[in-house]
């Protein structure tokens, strides 16, 4: 395609993603340099139906002239971004020449908000992408080799956990693990302990999580590999067969280098999708074990009575690194490939 | 018949003239928190809302809604139903409007003990009060022989004795979901140790000593006769145990009274049901909880005449002898004419022995935010009481420097 027609036909695309991505993300970048002026306080008394008392309150009159004068709060630079709720360098630093040994600093450091969401966000990527490639490739392949009479209905079971919503099958397997509830009361049935939880123990609820994650991710893997599967040229994989090669060197040999491409592709989406991993905390309750990225965003502008922009927008920008990094690797091979193919 | 007919047509207009309902323009619409006794008074004010129009969003996830909403200019609620502690974020933002001259306007059945002033100015009107407290199964206490327990240590002490004789497996309750519920449980039980939330005078926590660390113990051992799955469970979720009579001794708010005690559910149980005070903890005399008052505040990014409508017809409400009485069970109502009745024995115990209202203080959102997620590790046995207090502190220093309190 010339380049002058690609540049026409990108065009509206492109302005979109501009003003719904590109300034939104800009704007979120000013903001997480900017902290809260400093808050005027004034003593005063407040009385309520159950007595009086002399206490303080913000001073409104001086606080929204200090707004007026600088709508967009104080400048912090990279405040935020190295304050204990996020990269907290101060504190590792401190943890790093107060402790003595290795084991006894990590624990320190997995303690602070910011690792303890990166570091359950990271395992659950690193869980999940895998085994969704992989369940979505196994089931792909079962699914082409059963009789076509049958496909149909298969193919839409298949991808049911994809059109159930998020909240909706979190919160369903969330009742089934209840101590009440089927798989839970079953659990501990067989384990004979009448204290155990899948709730309440982090690794549980991890474990839970992270099932979960791919019960509800497969599907995609496997409707992008299906699709890529009927691409699958016959005559190479007939002359494999007819040279004695056994149904697992075909797919090693043939299959998989064909829709590797869409592997790639499978790979770049999930990995995306997982490391934004939220809905499922909420619907299986598990903020308290369980604490990703995007929890951490939704923390600060919701669960408290008072919203904390800057803190938001600092996370939502490491997210942002986060990802890069995470897809660097995967998208420098396909430029590569892009490259010698051309 | 005919005398059917002017009774009620007398009715009718006697309740409007009575209530000066006579609102001609303007539109009201009102955010409030989701549980009956609100239903209730909003409904009431809905019998005075005159030819304005009328709307109103129950939501339990109202504190999530009220900044956003009352910050755009118009805002999207006229009103909104606020407590000691939601108020707190709209006075931070400046974003509700005096009462004075309404009240002095409009305000006529309403007493000024309703009244919430701060800093000489009416804010808010109260309408009704809250507050947590005990709630026992008296079959169950009865056949072992246990007193109703007066203190936290007799409560652990009982529900020892209830799983020890086998009848419960987890004896008791209380709303621990990680978050607000589990902060808030922290708060009262502090607050029962004689605790200061703030160093006199300014914004410096002061939870990591004694006080915070006797507060963690008592909560852990309270976690541990509860239901494993505790960490998730709300206010609803123990409620739902309590009616399928898992729990013999409970710490619920006095408002859901009314729903464990209505017809719904296993008559043995409701019969079985009493209430009584909230308790005292480590030897202290007021109680581990906090006084809770429920009340509306109106937007200020609102027009003058809306504002006006929906006062007139909130007040209709907040004054009403007929919507307490008839009402009576629902809530501890502040009005005139409330006469108690027995549902509202855990606030008045609270109000005698003398317990602490939840703190009105400005930075206290961002301290109920960091306890709520940060002593989690240490019920789960993963951290000591002193890291959980530290990072309970340390959490909420780097949240008050970013808003500006530090």
Not at chain 1, 290 to 305: C, G, K
């Amino acid at each position: 395609m010339p380049n002058k027609t690609f540049f026409w036909f990108f065009l509206p695309t492109g302005l979109a993603m501009i003003l719904f991505i590109g300034l939104p993300i800009i704007s979120t970048g000013i903001q997480s340099f900017y902290a809260q002026h400093d808050q005027v306080i004034k003593e005063v008394k407040k009385c309520d139906p159950f007595g009086c008392t002399v206490s303080i309150v913000v001073d409104n009159e001086l606080t929204t002239q200090l707004r007026e004068a600088k709508p967009l709060g104080k400048f912090n630079g990279f405040g935020t971004y190295i304050d204990r709720n996020h990269l907290a360098i101060d504190e590792i630093k401190k943890f790093w020449n107060e402790t003595d040994n290795f084991g006894a600093f990590v624990d320190q450091v997995t303690n602070l908000p910011f690792y303890k969401a990166l570091i359950f966000t990271l395992t659950y990527c690193l869980f999940v992408t895998p085994n969704v490639l992989l369940l979505g490739f196994i089931i792909a392949l079962s699914l082409n080799a059963v009789a076509r009479k049958i496909r149909g209905p298969l193919i839409f079971g298949t991808i049911l956990p994809m059109i159930v919503t998020p909240l909706v099958g979190s919160l369903v397997l969330f009742w089934m693990i209840d101590s009440q509830g089927i798989i839970g009361a079953n659990i501990q049935n067989l384990m004979n302990d009448p204290y155990l939880s899948l709730k309440s123990s982090k690794t549980l609820t991890w474990i839970t999580i992270i099932i979960y994650g791919i019960w509800h991710h497969s599907p995609f893997a496997f409707v992008v590999f299906y699709a890529a599967l009927q691409t699958v040229p016959q005559e190479p994989v007939e002359a494999a067969i007819i040279d004695g090669a056994s149904r697992f060197q075909r797919i090693k040999h043939i299959v998989l280098p064909h829709i590797y491409p869409v592997v790639t592709f499978v790979a770049l989406i999930s990995l995306m999708d997982n490391f934004r991993v939220f809905e499922p905390i909420i619907g299986f309750s598990a903020e308290g074990s369980a604490q990703s990225l995007s929890w951490l965003i939704y923390d600060n502008l919701v669960n408290e009575e008072v919203i904390l922009f800057g803190s938001a927008a600092a996370t939502s920008m490491m997210t942002i690194v986060g990802i890069a990094i995470l897809l660097a690797p995967v998208l420098i091979r396909t430029w590569k490939e892009f490259k010698t193919a051309r | 018949m005919r005398k059917i007919l002017v009774t009620l047509l007398f009715l009718l207009f006697g309740t409007s003239a009575f209530a000066d309902c006579n609102i001609k323009s303007g539109s009201i619409n009102i955010l409030a928190n989701d549980f009956p006794a609100l239903r209730t008074f909003v409904e009431t004010s809905k019998q005075c809302k005159g030819s304005a129009d009328f709307k109103v969003t129950h939501s339990s996830e109202h504190n999530k809604i009220a900044v956003p909403a009352l910050t755009a200019n118009p805002s999207e609620f006229s009103a909104r139903i606020a407590a000691n502690s939601s108020i707190v974020p709209l006075m931070n933002q400046d974003l509700i409007r005096p009462l004075d001259d309404l009240v002095k306007k409009y305000g006529k059945g309403i007493q000024d003990s309703q009244l919430i002033t701060i800093d000489g100015k009416v804010m808010a009107v109260a309408f009704m009060a809250n507050t947590q407290h005990l709630y026992y199964r008296e079959d169950v206490l009865k056949d072992l022989g246990i007193a109703v327990p007066k203190t936290y240590e007799e409560v652990v002490a009982a529900s020892e004795k209830i799983r020890a004789s086998g009848k419960m497996q987890y004896p008791y309750a209380a709303a621990y979901k990680a978050g607000w519920n589990l902060a808030e449980e922290f708060v009262n039980m502090f607050i029962g140790h004689g605790g200061e939330f703030f160093k006199a005078g300014g914004a410096q926590p002061n939870i990591n000593n004694a006080k915070g660390v006797a507060t963690l113990n008592m909560l852990k051992k309270l976690s541990e006769l509860s239901n494993p799955d505790y960490l998730t469970h709300d206010s609803e979720a123990i409620k739902v145990e309590w009616e399928s009579g898992n729990v013999a001794l409970m710490t619920l708010w006095a408002s859901r009274s009314g729903t464990l005690l209505d017809d719904e559910g296993d008559p043995n149980i409701t019969k079985a049901t009493k209430l009584t005070g909230p308790a005292t903890v480590g030897g202290g005399n007021i109680p581990a909880a906090t006084l809770w008052w429920d009340g509306f505040t109106l937007a200020k990014n609102r027009s003058d005449a809306d504002a006006e409508a929906t006062f007139r017809s909130l007040a209709h409400a907040a004054s009403n002898k007929k919507m307490v009485a008839d009402a009576a069970d629902q809530a501890v109502w502040l009005v005139e004419g409330f006469v108690p009745g027995p549902k509202s024995i855990g606030v008045i115990e609270a109000v005698k022995m003398g317990a602490k209202p939840y703190p009105m203080l400005p930075q206290m959102g961002l301290m109920h935010g960091a306890l709520g997620s940060e002593i989690v590790e240490f019920l789960q046995g993963k951290e000591s009481a002193e890291q959980a207090l530290k990072d309970v502190e340390a959490a909420y220093i780097s949240k008050a420097k970013e808003q500006g309190f530090l």
